[in-house]
């Protein structure tokens, strides 16, 4: 016997099997119950949501010998017939195929003849909507006036090219995406059934990828076992489906909220690499951002999210690095992307790599409530018509109505129109303490660069927060000669310097120390009292010896003592 495909095999035959649509289902069963049926349905929604097999198990209840019923036997000859596709009474159509008005025609003419052994005469359309305009005109009139013994049901899955003349006669029912969480219950009953070994964190990466199609949920979960005999990973289901790692959407994002350019280009290199279908990658990202637009909005609101409870952390402290309004940019950048990709005759890793790098050095969102705050902060005051000026417009007194001094806020010549919706991308934008500590590490990299000694000082310094774009860097009780080193003009002058390039924000530092911690400079007191001196200390609390050992790469293999 040849291999039959699971989305054969396990078609739904009962009302009851077809996935997550109740809402369809149990209305029609009323219906029958009720002696209630109509003479013409359209089964709207998706692909692979169950419209075709929900009209089959409808023509089984209405033909079946036990019918018109709810519940189909499934072992009469009729619902057998129409299981196998072989019933006389049940005749399926494809609209793509026969889309003219001949076929309508002949199909009016069929009508008139009564069913051969069922209660009915049910006519199956398929994509209705690829029926030209004269085969619609002509399938009209018996549309209207069908005879008693005559039924039409429709599916398709673009109903708004369907005429409305059509819908008006027509009972219409709304097929629903499939969420990930029924795909996930549904493939793990299948798993069950065929003795497959996947988790659940495997099944919801099948369900993802099927997009609320069951018919498709159920055919990559054949290509995996076809994949693997043993036990399937997660790591498995990736290769074999060419999906995108979670936590490489994860490492993407921080790197766009570190500002690293090179990163994210690395990350759209490994894409192409390993395989992966770019429009996949986009559409993971999208899905990754609306996770992180909803936490952003409500970090409580976890019931609107289709995701593992262990991601769910990852995903709030990403929601951090970003504000509200950065989040609606990127969406917009990556709903732009997927348009390109599909659309456009670009090079689809030039669209991905140009759209990863203005993600990685898009300016952070602003408010004007908050310009107007650091107008405020302005030793000129807001008075002042140049206060401002280096932003993108300038503030100016004017004269109104009731020749009262108004404050107005000027753009300048080209800009665009972010500003009227309500944010603008501001060169002097307030950044959050997230960024700088997802870029931090990155930032001490290219400050060694230039000066090793200063980035060594900075490396045991903990960034505790940041108001107002005030960097507050606290030293341990050890680090006080670090504190003056760093705090000199000229060196920190640089760090400043290389800050604000980094980070691309107008950064300000405090320095400070904190005494709370346990105070080392005793122990080294005690130490150095008793000529037993602690190398590692020595090195850590010396900023010359340090620099001096980075330098020439060397090692201190002992201390001569002073001659007395």
Known sequence: ????????????????????????????????????????????????????????????????????????????????????????????????????????????????????????????????????????????KTLEEPPAHVMFIFATTEPLKVPETILSRTQRFDFKRVSINDLTANLSKISQAENLKINEAGLRLIARKADGSVRDSLSLLDQIASYSLGEITEEEIIKALGLVDRQFIFDFITAIAAKESKQVLKLIKNIFDSGVDPKDFVGELLEHFRILLILATDKNATDLLEVNPDEIEGYLKQSDYFSLGDIMRL???????????????????????????????????VKFEDILK????????????????????????????????????????????????????????????????????????VLRQQRPMLASQLGMVEVREIVDNKLLLVFPPSGETSKLIVEKKDNLNLIVTILKEHFKANLSIKFDIDHKKENLNIKKQNSYKNNNINLEKLVEESPRVKMLLDKVNGQIIGVKKAKK
């Open 1 to 140: 016997m040849s291999y039959l495909v699971f989305a054969r095999k396990y078609r739904p035959q009962k009302f009851e099997d077809v996935v997550a649509q109740e809402h369809v289902t149990k209305t029609l069963q009323n219906s029958i119950k009720n002696n209630r049926l109509g003479s013409g349905y359209l089964f709207c929604g998706p692909r692979g949501t169950g419209k075709t097999t929900t009209a089959r198990i409808l023509a089984k209840a209405i033909n079946c010998v036990n019918g018109p019923t709810p519940e189909p036997c499934g072992k009469c000859p009729a619902c057998i017939e129409i299981t196998k596709g072989s019933s006389l009474d049940v005749l399926e159509i494809d609209a793509a195929s026969n889309t003219g008005v001949d076929d309508i025609r002949t199909l009016r003419e069929n009508v008139r003849y009564l069913p051969t052994g069922g209660h009915k005469r049910i006519y199956i359309i398929d994509e209705v909507h690829r029926l030209s305009g004269p085969a619609f005109d002509a399938l009209l």
């Open 331 to 365: 969406i917009k950048m990556a709903a732009d992307l997927n348009a390109d990709l599909k659309e456009s005759g670009l090079d689809e890793r030039l669209l991905l790599e140009m759209t990863a790098v203005k993600m990685a050095e898009m300016e952070a969102t």
């Open 374 to 445: 650091l107008m405020r902060q302005n030793t000129q005051g807001l008075g002042n018509s140049s206060a401002g000026s280096d932003l993108f417009g300038s503030f100016e007194k004017k004269k109104d109505d009731h020749q009262t001094d108004k404050l107005t806020f000027v753009k300048k010549q080209g800009e665009t129109d972010d500003n009227e919706r309500g944010y603008v991308p501001l060169s002097a934008h307030l950044i959050n303490l997230p960024t700088i500590k997802a870029g931090w590490d990155n930032f001490i990299s």
